[in-house]
């Protein structure tokens, strides 16, 4: 059973335009949702996080939006560039430390110049 | 300065071998993480440590032992290798203290290929 569901698996964007990647999560339990990107060959790095007592949190040009009611939160790259082409996991966790991230399934973006 | 490191960066083996995966952070993290990631890029957790306690041990085949000597080190040794077992192995650390302690920062990963 997939507890955070993504989509879309892969993402064909322009050079200026917004890529929107979207989250679905099962377990009303988690309270912590990042975004993870991952380059070839590279370990995840954290992109950007959010809980669940905000609607929106905004870093440069990366904005999580989050639907609590609605079990949903979604990634947006507003001007994307070539240099965001990468895979972006979406997950969730709760608890205290040590607890796991469970991830999305990943989406794989490529900005087009 | 690297924050985790893994070593090595690449490991191939033949099935039945045994062989280790070392971790070190440099973050000052109480917790650490081994996450496996497949050939479709799909993530799972392993293992977590606190403090050199084991917290998290999924269902993982007992061929993988952790092992923590002390809190900026966690290793992975694998026994009786399969094919099965070819993936990329990320580390990972995070703090633990609020708010910060779900914010995991991963190794640069190694990839085993079992022959």
């Known amino acids: 059973q997939q507890q955070v569901k993504q989509s879309p698996q892969s993402l064909i964007v322009q050079k200026g335009g917004i890529s929107i990647i979207n989250c679905a999560y099962e377990?009303?339990?988690?309270?912590?949702f990042p975004w993870y990107q991952q380059f070839p060959g590279k370990g995840p790095a954290l992109l950007i996080a959010?809980?669940?007592?905000?609607s929106e949190k905004k870093e440069g040009r990366f904005t999580i939006s989050f639907n609590k009611s609605a079990k949903q939160f979604s990634l947006h790259i507003m001007d994307s560039q070539p240099g965001d082409s990468a895979t972006y996991f979406c997950?969730?966790?709760?608890?205290?430390?040590?607890?796991?991230?469970?991830f999305g399934k990943g989406t794989t973006l490529s900005v087009s110049s | 300065d690297t924050a985790v490191s893994q070593t090595p960066k690449y490991l191939v083996t033949q099935m039945g071998n045994d062989k280790s995966i070392k971790c070190e952070q440099n973050?000052?993290?109480?917790?650490m993480y081994w996450y496996k990631q497949d050939s479709k890029k799909f993530l799972k957790i392993m293992f977590s440590?606190?403090?050199?306690?084991?917290?998290i041990n999924e269902t993982v085949p007992n061929r993988f032992s952790p092992k923590s000597p002390d809190k900026a080190h966690l290793n992975l040794h694998i026994n009786s290798l399969e094919l099965g077992d070819s993936a990329v192995y990320f580390c990972?650390?995070?703090?633990?203290?609020?708010?910060?302690?779900?914010?995991?920062?991963f190794g640069p990963g190694t990839r085993l290929t079992v022959l």
């Open positions: 377990n009303t339990a988690f309270d912590y």
């Open positions: 973050l000052g993290h109480d917790t």
């Open positions: 990972a650390s995070s703090p633990s203290g609020w708010p910060s302690y779900n914010e995991q920062f």
């Open positions: 440590y606190n403090n050199k306690e084991l917290i």
């Open positions: 997950a969730a966790s709760m608890g205290q430390a040590g607890t796991a991230l469970i």
């Open positions: 959010i809980r669940p007592d905000v």
